[in-house]
Every structure is written in structure tokens, then in C-alpha cells.
């Protein structure tokens, strides 16, 4: 008789999924995923080709989860263009430490570019170029880069603890430069 197959593939992925959230994708070896798990390695190998799988398909939940945590922030109509999804980037950033660096910081995205995680499926990025071409903006596309850069910077020092701002300074900052740059 067979064998029962006690750990799943699904069980597997949560817990280098875990690992990642907790340690960073480096870190998601096939010794820490089987103990989280609460398996040994056999299992992994079993299911996956080695960790490179493993680790994109945790690369594809990252991003999944970036766009989850991104949908609080954009629908707030209030918003000036850039606003709530740079907020929510920011925040990301703060909350989720190993995953935003596996988005954003990382070398290898997967085959996928810094703007294609960030537009994702749902094309928030390009709603907001348009949103901004809407108020005024006649140059989007040039704006668009000067506010990611703010964001990713302000991000970044989130990570390093160097951001002493509160959200509505931080959100103040966001609009008073998406105004000056916008003209």
C-alpha cells in the first residue's frame, strides 16, 4: 500500500512563503521550509525541481500580496494622483521588510520589470499617469518618475529605520510634491 502523502504542495509554498515574510527569500532554504513545514527535504523534491522553483512561485505570492495590500490605499478617491499607491508602497515597505525587498530591491524579479509588479494586472500605474493627465499634468510620464523616486527613496528608509515621518507628514509631502511638479 501507497504511502499517504501528509504534507502538500500548498503546505509546502505557505511555509517558504513564512520563511521569506520572516527571513528573507535567501533564507528560504529547503531545511527551513521542510521544518516549517513540519517535514524533512524529501517532500520539497518531491513536488519541485530545487528552490529556484519554489522561490519563484513565493516571488509570485510576493507580488500578489504587494497588490492586495496596495488596493487600501488606492481607493480613496481623494487621493491626488501617485498619492495612494506611493503611501501604500511606503507602508509596504515598513510592514513587510523581506518581501519589499524581494519585489523592489532584488536583481532577480522573475522576468518581470519594477514597473510591471507595480502596474500589476489591474494597470494601476497607467491609472495613475491618466489620472494625472486629467488634473493637468502635461508632461505624466516625467512626473510619474520624479514621484517614484521620492516614494522608493522615502521606502528605502523605512526599511533602515531613517524615516522619522508620520503617515499624514509623509502623505502631506507626497501631494505638496506631486503639486510642484505637476505644472
Not at 148 to 159: E, F, K, N, R, T
Amino acid at each position: 500500500m501507497a504511502r499517504k502523502v501528509s504534507v502538500t504542495k500548498e503546505d509546502i509554498l505557505k511555509a517558504a512563503f513564512d520563511v521569506t515574510v520572516s527571513e528573507g527569500l535567501e533564507n528560504a532554504t529547503a531545511r527551513k521550509v521542510a521544518a516549517k513545514a513540519g517535514c524533512s527535504t524529501q517532500p520539497i523534491f518531491r513536488v519541485y525541481r530545487g528552490m529556484d522553483e519554489v522561490h519563484g512561485e513565493v516571488f509570485t505570492m510576493a507580488v500578489e500580496d504587494f497588490h492586495s495590500f496596495t488596493k487600501a490605499y488606492n481607493n480613496d478617491s481623494r487621493n491626488l494622483p501617485f498619492v495612494g499607491l506611493g503611501m501604500a508602497y511606503i507602508k509596504y515597505a515598513a510592514r513587510r521588510p523581506e518581501l519589499f525587498k524581494v519585489l523592489f530591491l532584488s536583481e532577480n524579479r522573475y522576468g518581470k520589470s519594477l514597473y510591471e509588479i507595480l502596474n500589476g494586472a489591474t494597470g494601476e500605474v497607467r491609472r495613475e499617469i491618466e489620472k494625472s493627465q486629467k488634473d493637468g499634468c502635461r508632461d505624466p510620464e516625467t512626473l510619474f518618475m520624479r514621484m517614484w523616486i521620492c516614494i522608493h527613496g522615502m521606502a528605502c528608509m523605512s526599511l533602515t529605520g531613517d524615516n522619522d515621518l508620520t503617515e499624514d507628514q509623509t502623505r502631506k509631502f507626497l501631494e505638496e510634491s506631486y503639486s510642484v511638479w505637476k505644472a
